[in-house]
C-alpha cells in the first residue's frame, strides 16, 4: 500500500507513530505537509502537487490541524477526486469541526448531550441562560480547541459577563449545562471503523474543571459500559468519520457527548491505556483498501 500521512508536523508523536506502524507492516508510507500542497483541478486529471511532483498514493491518513481545516479539507477533497481512499473524508472532517453542527446532527438522532443554547443578540442571553438551567454553565467558543475558549461561569452575573465579552468580540458561543456530577473528569473513547480500540479517564487538576492533557489534565485507563461504547462508535458513524476520539461526560442521566474530534492524538491514549493504536489505525486502512473498489473514500 502506497500511503500518504498528511500532517504539518512531522516530528509529532501521532504522525511519527503512524509512520512507524505502518512501515513495519511493509508498506511505501510518506508524510506531507498539506499546506506546501497544490492542487490541479481539471475534470480528466485532478492532481495533489508537493515538491513539484504531483502525489500518488492508495489511502491517505488526514491529520487536518483546526486552524487549517478549509484548505486541508480541500486538499483531502481532491485526492477524493483522484480516486484515493481517505480515512476520514472531507465532508466529515467539516461536518465534526463545526461544533453546532455536530451537536445539531447528534441531537437529531437522539444522542446524550449537555442542555446547550446558542444565539446570535446580545439581547437574547437572558433566554440562552435559562435555556440551560441557569448558572453554573459553561461557555465555548465555537472554534476552539483543546480546552482554549472554553469558561466555567459559577453564577448568572459571571456567565452574562463572559458571553457579552465574547460577543463584543463577534465570537460564536455555545452555553451548555455544566455537568457537576463528573467532578472534572472525562472519557475519551477512541473509535477506529465501528470499535472502541482504547479508551481513557482524563482528570482535571485541582482547581481546573476542564480535563485537557494540555492543560495538565492526568489520564488514566478507563472501561467502558456497554452504553458509553455504543454511544461511541454511534456518535462516530452519524459525522460519517472511520477514526475519531469521542469525548464523553458521565452524567446522572447517561453519557452526553461533548465533542467528536476528527484528528485525535495517540500520544495520552496510548500512554494511559498501552494499547497500539497507531497500528490499529494501519489495519484498518489496509482492511477498508482490499474491500474498496477504486475511485471513492473511505467514511464510516
Request: proline share 4%.
Amino acid at each position: 500500500m502506497k500511503l500518504g500521512i498528511l500532517s504539518r508536523g512531522p516530528r509529532l508523536y501521532s504522525t511519527t507513530r503512524l509512520l512507524e506502524a505502518a512501515q513495519e507492516r511493509g508498506h511505501e508510507v510518506r508524510v506531507v505537509n498539506y499546506l506546501r500542497c497544490f492542487m490541479n483541478i481539471t475534470s480528466h486529471r485532478p492532481q495533489v502537487i508537493s515538491g513539484g511532483q504531483p502525489l500518488h498514493f492508495d489511502a491517505i491518513i488526514p491529520r487536518i490541524g483546526a486552524s487549517h481545516t478549509f484548505y486541508g479539507c480541500a486538499v483531502v477533497r481532491q485526492f477524493e477526486m483522484m480516486g484515493v481512499l481517505a480515512l476520514n473524508g472531507s465532508t466529515s472532517i467539516t461536518r465534526s469541526r463545526d461544533k453546532l453542527r455536530c451537536l445539531q446532527i447528534l441531537a437529531r438522532d437522539g444522542v446524550g448531550l449537555p442542555v446547550t443554547g446558542f444565539a446570535h443578540s446580545p439581547k437574547d442571553v437572558d433566554g440562552v441562560i435559562d435555556t440551560v438551567g441557569g448558572a453554573p454553565l459553561v461557555v465555548k467558543l465555537l472554534e476552539g480547541t483543546q480546552g482554549v475558549g472554553v469558561v466555567l461561569a459559577e453564577t448568572r452575573k459571571a456567565a452574562e459577563s463572559v458571553i457579552g465579552a465574547f460577543r463584543q468580540l463577534d465570537a460564536n458561543i455555545l452555553v451548555q449545562e455544566f455537568i457537576g456530577e463528573a467532578r472534572g473528569a472525562d472519557i475519551r473513547a477512541f473509535v477506529v471503523g465501528n470499535k472502541v480500540v482504547a479508551a481513557m479517564m482524563r482528570q482535571a487538576p485541582e482547581g481546573e474543571f476542564r480535563s485537557n492533557l494540555h492543560r495538565g489534565g492526568s489520564a488514566q485507563k478507563v472501561r467502558l459500559t456497554p452504553e458509553e461504547r455504543a454511544v461511541a462508535t454511534r456518535a462516530t458513524k452519524l459525522m460519517g468519520l472511520s477514526v475519531a476520539g469521542v469525548d464523553m461526560l458521565r452524567s446522572n442521566h447517561g453519557p452526553v457527548v461533548m465533542e467528536v474530534n476528527a484528528s485525535p492524538g495517540l500520544e495520552g491514549i496510548e500512554a494511559a491505556t498501552g494499547r497500539d493504536v497507531a497500528g490499529a489505525i494501519i489495519e484498518y486502512a489496509e482492511r477498508r483498501l482490499a474491500k474498496a473498489p477504486r475511485g471513492g473514500s473511505v467514511e464510516g
